[in-house]
């Protein structure tokens, strides 16, 4: 059986610090998420394309978010 992807929910911990982190000194989502270390993982996996399927936005941006990891065809 074959993996369809990877799904990622980051509403705390060292994932969620770097993405936002890095997405609020770039405002690049894909930069960030590949900079987190799950991102680098799956990267690493072949898993290189990220969809954003939830986030959860506040008064400082984003304070969580759900992702899926796919490879390309």
Known sequence: MQSEGIKGTWVDGTNLSVFQKVFK???????????????KWAERAGFTN?????????E??????????????
């Open 50 to 58: 990220a969809n954003v399927t939830r986030g959860y936005v506040g």
């Open 60 to 73: 400082n941006g984003y304070e969580g978010i759900e992702i899926l990891f796919t490879k390309s065809n």
């Open 25 to 39: 000194e770039t405002k690049d989502l894909n930069k960030a998420i590949f900079s987190t270390p799950t991102g």
